[in-house]
């Protein structure tokens, strides 16, 4: 009877030892968001709407939202627009949180043409910052950095072109998105389509899970 009563003890105390190290590790585990890293965000340097320098270590700590876009755009750019707003309605009081829309039309975009843009938006978060600079800088940005596609065409009424993505960065500065079922895979999203309200209501999700990080 007592190898038999030390044995219990001897179980009980194995089981509760597993407990206190083991349980840590899944709730740590469980507690753990699913977005996947895409890789650092490019190091820029521009002009915002106050005509101060903005580079992105102004964002350091910061989970920000980056578009491309043109105030004088007739195409998409009013949907970014609603649905960028839609981000400031959600988490502008968060001071943890950024928007960034960069001009693919500087040269009309000036500082005073974007400021008054913002005002015409309705735009009303301290860290929302719309940028300006040289054209060919933001152009390489765009195209090599983000590999978010930014283009001149002659032929469009509005003279410019470009993606209706949004990039998600995280407070150290990478692009993070979620994994999405493709053809029975777990791939990245890596972008999010402003346009989409599925993808809208995925990236307000995925803001969340950054600012609780």
């Not at 999405?180 to 803001?207: C, H, S």
Request: one cysteine or more; proline letters at 4%; a neutral charge.
């Amino acid at each position: 009877m007592e190898k038999k009563n030390y044995s219990y003890i001897g179980i009980s105390f194995i089981i509760l030892l597993f407990g206190i190290y083991a349980i840590p590790k899944i709730v740590a585990r469980m507690s753990h968001n699913d977005l996947v890293t895409i890789g650092k965000a490019p190091v820029f340097t521009l002009t915002n709407q106050e005509n101060k320098p903005f580079t992105n270590t102004d964002l350091k700590g910061k989970v920000y939202v980056l578009e491309f876009f043109f105030t004088s755009c007739g195409g998409i750019c009013p949907k970014m627009n609603k649905s960028m707003l839609q981000l400031q309605d959600k988490f502008g009081l968060n001071r943890e949180f950024a928007i960034v829309s960069i001009s693919i039309d500087p040269e009309r975009d000036t500082v005073e043409k974007l400021k008054q843009h913002m005002q015409e938006l309705g735009v009303s978060m301290k860290n929302w910052n719309m940028l300006t600079g040289d054209k060919d800088y933001i152009y390489n940005l765009a195209n090599k950095g983000f590999n978010l596609f930014a283009g001149e065409n002659p032929k469009l009424e509005d003279k410019f072109e470009h993606s209706g993505l949004f990039a998600l960065i995280d407070k150290e500065g990478n692009i993070r998105s979620r994994e999405i079922k493709q053809g029975g895979f777990e791939n990245p999203l890596v972008y999010y389509d402003a346009l989409d309200p599925k993808t809208m209501r995925m990236i307000k999700e995925d803001i969340k899970k950054l600012l609780d990080e």
